[in-house]
């Protein structure tokens, strides 16, 4: 049996789904995924400097992460209400899909997609975020990753239009 939070996919050669020593195309390789959610909601909340009502704010999220061989995939959506800003400035959707590719141990090669809408009440405000990026870690808790992204967001503001590309490196401790 596969373990707990996998689903069974077949190479598509097999006969069966059983596992025998005499059929070895008919072996079943697990998907590897995990789903979930997330929420928030804060009620008569107060600014933290002063006892001032700043109103309700309320989240929600839901993810899902994906492994098919040596590709992991990401989505995410989140969104939010935040009353405690002008009339209905807070409404916010924001979302994430990314594909990351295992080269090797320590090569990772990201794809994403961004999405952003900062105020669900106003049309055409959205802003989007493609990137590519490769990660090396030589070594543990050393990363340096590089890459190129491409930003598209309202055409009146030109800083939502960038073409950049960057170099990173990544400390953990």
Known sequence: MPPAGSALRTSGIGRSASIDEEDA???VNPINFAIGASSSWLRNHFMATRNIPAGNKNAGGLFGGLRTGPISWLGQVDITDDKSLPVQSGRQL????????RI???HNLK????????NRSVSNNGQTRYSIVYE???IQYVQIRT???YSDGIPQSPPQHLKI?????HGFF
Not at 111 to 118: A, F, G
Not at 165 to 169: K, S
């Open 111 to 118: 794809l994403t997609h961004e999405y952003l809408d900062p």
């Open 147 to 149: 890459g190129f992204r």
């Open 94 to 101: 924001a979302t994430l899909l990314e594909a990351n590719w």
């Open 165 to 169: 590309g960057f170099v990173e490196l």
């Open 136 to 138: 090396l870690t030589p």
């Open 104 to 106: 090797a141990q320590g």
């Open 25 to 27: 195309t008919s072996i």
